[in-house]
């Protein structure tokens, strides 16, 4: 009876998340402009997207955002990460705090404060201020899933790779990154999917030549929904679905073999009772 | 044995946070000998180690590798090898990989790669093991591993910290074995870190009894369990009575209440002594006057022998036999003076204040005085 219970509540949890996403779909298929009848399905609204020189244009400058900043955003998330590690306690939870400060503050003050500086700077808002933006707020969560793996890492693993004769450096290359690229990819991916999903902070730092996705379809509903947005969305949602799927499925793989066996083992007995 | 020195400590000091781990190591290690390093928890065995092998550097005092001063050389150029406690084997490499590891970085030829590593895992029985992931091989099976990915590099010297400390009793004793095997196939220096007193004497040609960073005594295992110089060494490599004795004259010693002959001199009129006495050499005989007398208190099955607890006065004996006495009979408690170890107090010594305070506090209560395992 519990469990039925149970059931019925996680249910009804997902249903109320996920609904809008799925009504949404279902209208990016709709042959009507219109969002509450449906006249038949169809593919136009896709067609027309695509064919829209606007999205397509600002969608290409999310891709070379995200990708950009991410990469720069891993590169130096691990090093952070690195550094953060090696320091005496009192630093290391100074510095830690002062890291995350980005994903705590509110998104608009970490925006108008961007700007502010920007401007003060006199550097032209445009692709640089956005990329800096973004590298700003998605190195914390490279820290974020670097630090733990390196935790986890057997101190003793980088002096065995000394002891065997590597360098500092070679033993950095051939034993640390190794150990802790799972936390890097990680890292990669959540910074990619966040840049690509901002909104808040790029609205303030974009250029008029350099929107984004999510800045161009808010510009868009302003005047009229168009259900090239809906189609739009559909892709995206489906995208971030994908990279998530990727980012688990990637994970799963990484544990030992019989940790994973274990892990199976006590979700059925978890399933059963 | 070849009595040529390849590593010399002198007098190193090692500090952290304001504590002492090493005052003043002073020691000589030789060519081809099987070196272990005993003491308890925390007495700095595995810092001792790790200048040795560069991961540490000591606050005064040098290292020299055949006469040569090697403070400052970094570890990836010393001609020394480790067997980490906890193994240390690379995750992300199969076990081919990780003993290969070192060869690699010499950027061997793959051909010489494959033979030296194929000779390695034969040294240590783990044909056939290539491919495997490391994570997937048992504690015993990683243990081999790192043993032979360190002796892979064909080091001078290899440094072992604890390394069957996480295997269980069956597994340790056949390791023990093998890596003495190992060691005299390849007449390389080991040096080898346990807490393990049995596994010490054992294996060792050379035991190194450390506590609270002094060294306090080198020699055979013969050497260190037949004539342990203090209480704490005799304490620590067996099970021992420990009795508070007064030294009358050469070969003249009181304790127990009785005056003892013994094969001891050389120590001051009437200077306070600590008599040791191994359960084993002694024996039970019939009560008499000739002997001390006590009641048996308890008679336990060892195994092998019987451990017999006898008390004579405020004194508990602990007694090693074949043969059971009755609990509540009385006994004759018999030894030679060959089997009287005497020694000179350790005044300064923290661990020996403790050590006395632990006996003063057994003879206050009734219990155990001067039984010490
Ligand atoms: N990196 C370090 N920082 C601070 N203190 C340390 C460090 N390494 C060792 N110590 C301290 O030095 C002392 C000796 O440590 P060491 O590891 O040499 O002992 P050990 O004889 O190997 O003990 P065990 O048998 O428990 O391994 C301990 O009190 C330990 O806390
Ligand atoms: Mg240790």
Known sequence: MRKLTNRIYIGLVFLFLYIPIFVLIANSFNASKSRTVWTGFTFDWYVKLFHNETILGSLLNTLIIALVASVAATLLGTLAAIGIYNMKKVTRTIVMNISYLPIINPEIVTGVSLMLLFVAMKIELGYVTLILAHITFCVPYVILNVLPKLRQMDRNLYEAALDLGCTPTLAFRKVVIPEIMPGIMTGFLMSITYSIDDFVISYFTHGATSQTLPITIFSMTRRKVSPEVNALSAILFVVILAIMIIMNVSEMRKLPEDQRRRAAKAAKKGGRA | ?373
């Open chain 2, 1 to 373: 044995m070849d009595k040529n020195k390849i590593i010399e400590l002198k007098g190193i000091f090692k500090e952290y946070n304001g504590e002492q781990v090493l005052k003043g190591i002073d020691l000589d290690i030789h060519d081809k000998e099987f070196v272990t390093f005993l003491g308890p928890s925390g007495c700095g065995k595995t810092t001792t180690l790790r200048i040795i092998g560069g991961f540490v550097t000591p606050d005064s005092g040098d290292v020299l590798f055949n006469g040569r001063r090697v403070n400052d050389v970094p570890p990836y150029k010393r001609a020394v090898n480790t067997v980490f406690q906890k193994y240390a084997l690379f995750p992300h490499l199969n076990v081919y990989e990780n003993v290969a590891f070192g060869l690699r970085l010499k950027k061997e030829k793959e051909s010489v790669i494959a033979a030296k590593v194929a000779e390695m895992l034969d040294l240590v029985n783990l044909r056939g093991f290539e491919k495997r992931s490391v994570s997937l091989l048992s504690g015993g099976q990683q243990q081999r591993v790192a043993i032979a990915r360190a002796l892979c590099n064909e080091p001078k010297v290899l440094l072992l910290d604890e390394p069957l400390g996480a295997l269980d009793l069956q597994l340790r004793k056949e390791m023990q074995i093998e890596l003495k095997k190992i060691q005299q196939r390849l007449e390389i220096t080991f040096i080898y870190v346990t807490h393990d007193q049995e596994e010490a004497l054992t294996m060792s040609d050379t035991v190194v009894v450390m506590n609270g960073g002094v060294i306090q005594q080198i020699g055979t295992p013969q050497d260190i369990y037949n004539e342990p110089v203090n209480a704490f060494v005799a304490k620590f490599i067996g099970e021992s009575n420990i009795l508070p004795g007064i030294m009358h004259e050469d070969y003249k010693v009181e304790f127990a209440g009785d005056n003892f002959e013994c094969v001891d001199k050389g120590f001051r009129h009437l200077e306070p002594v600590d008599v040791v006495i191994r359960p084993e050499d002694i024996t039970i005989c019939p009560p008499s006057d000739k002997v001390i007398n006590g009641l048996v208190e308890s008679v336990l099955f060892k195994g092998v022998h019987y451990e017999i607890m006898v008390r004579a006065y405020s004194d508990l004996w602990k007694i090693h036999s074949t043969k059971a006495p009755e609990v509540g009979s009385v006994v004759g408690i018999d030894f030679t003076p060959e089997d009287i170890h005497i020694m000179r107090k350790m005044e300064s010594s923290e661990d020996y204040a403790a050590l006395e305070h632990l006996n003063e506090q057994r003879a206050g209560t009734g219990e155990e005085a001067g039984t010490v395992e």
